[in-house]
């Protein structure tokens, strides 16, 4: 698979055409750390994270290794754009978009996707086993998928990244800032086994 042109219909995985002379400055890394081989498996015949990094590249942001130093990060003044790689669909129009958003109200800004699954909650039984018992309601919750969106404020108030784990890093985050959520496109959606990839891949098939 190569890189794709945006403008052939056939071949434009990473949705509406970003202009980069309207996107503010900003640096971006792929999250891949601690996902086991997931991030190795093949969507549309490359890796996870090779087409997390395209899209973060379509995107119109400075890629950069997650290994650069953080004062490095700070000392750019620019905010900083995390893509986790087991959602590498994500539409680039759709991460630029947060980068905006994140830079026109100095906030995080966070994709995210509802919850599908059923949820139960196992309830103590006493000396015997658990019970389950009614979850929360679907709609009140939310999976964080991606683009995790730091502004300068933000990254320069940051020591160190506190997770390469996202769900723990917006938790950590919203102790300190304000964070905003957007709803991710379908094709944004996350990847926990290899039958979701085979469905993420069915979904944003040519």
């Known amino acids: 698979m190569t890189t794709p042109d945006a403008n052939d219909a056939e071949t434009d995985f990473w949705g509406d055409e970003v202009d980069p002379d309207e996107l503010p ?5 792929v999250l891949d750390a601690d996902r086991g081989s997931l991030p190795f498996a093949l969507l549309h015949g490359e890796a996870l994270v090779a087409v997390a990094a395209w899209g973060l590249g ?9 290994g650069t130093e ?10 900083v754009v995390l893509h986790d790689c087991l959602c590498p669909m994500t539409p680039a129009a759709f991460i630029a978009d947060c980068l905006r958003e994140a830079v026109r109200r100095d906030a995080v800004v966070v994709g995210v996707r ?4 059923t949820v139960k909650t196992a309830v103590p039984g006493g000396s015997g086993p658990s019970e ?15 683009p995790v969106v730091l502004p300068a404020a933000v990254v320069a108030a940051l020591d160190v990244l506190p997770s390469d784990d996202v769900a723990t890093l917006v938790a950590a985050l919203a102790e300190r800032f304000p964070v905003v959520t957007r709803l ?5 959606r996350r990847v926990a086994s290899l039958e979701d990839v085979t469905v993420l ?6």
């Open 114 to 117: 509802p919850v599908t699954d």
């Open 184 to 188: 991710a496109p379908p094709e944004g």
């Open 70 to 79: 953080w004062a490095g990060l700070v000392e750019s003044g620019e905010p």
């Open 25 to 29: 400055a900003a640096l971006g890394a």
């Open 201 to 206: 891949e069915a979904l944003t098939a040519p």
């Open 132 to 146: 389950i018992g009614d979850g929360p309601d679907r709609d009140d919750l939310l999976v964080i998928t991606s």
């Open 58 to 66: 379509e995107s119109g942001v400075t890629p950069v290794d997650l």
